[in-house]
Nanobody, 127 residues
Framework: QVHVEESGGGLVQAGGSLRLSCAASDPPLSNYAMGWYRQAPGAELEFVAGISRNGDRTLYAYYIDEDRFTISRENAKNTVYLQMNGLKPEDTAVYYC???????????????????WGQGTQVTVSS
């Protein structure tokens, strides 16, 4: 069982930045590919970004601006990050991190691929 926990959310003005963190207990997160998802009010859960076990590969949803969002990880710290810059009101959502063991990073696009989920952290962007 892996317990993952997100942090770093909050209220920020449009144009601001936040860095979300996802920390985990044993076993090490390096055993897992990781993904970030978000759910806006009244909307479906949607994929944001994924990263391979050693961090050498990343992928993003087509609707995510890679100039604004960056996923990364520090396995030595057992932590995955989502850096978000130039935030917009439409980025307002609860952001979740999740872990999966699939070999193919492409599986990160699919909710059913994941084995463990965090409780989420609220990001609110005011206009």
């Amino acid at each position: 069982q892996v317990h993952v926990e997100e942090s770093g959310g909050g209220l920020v003005q449009a144009g601001g930045s936040l860095r979300l963190s996802c920390a985990a207990s044993d076993p090490p997160l390096s055993n897992y590919a990781m993904g970030w998802y978000r759910q806006a009010p009244g909307a479906e859960l949607e994929f944001v970004a994924g990263i391979s076990r050693n961090g050498d590969r990343t992928l993003y949803a087509y609707y995510i601006d890679e100039d604004r969002f960056t996923i990364s990880r520090e396995n030595a710290k057992n932590t995955v990050y989502l850096q978000m810059n130039g935030l917009k009101p439409e980025d307002t959502a609860v952001y979740y991190c999740a872990a999966h063991r699939r070999e193919d990073l492409y599986c990160s696009y699919f909710v059913q691929s994941y084995d463990y989920w965090g409780q989420g952290t609220q990001v609110t962007v005011s206009s």
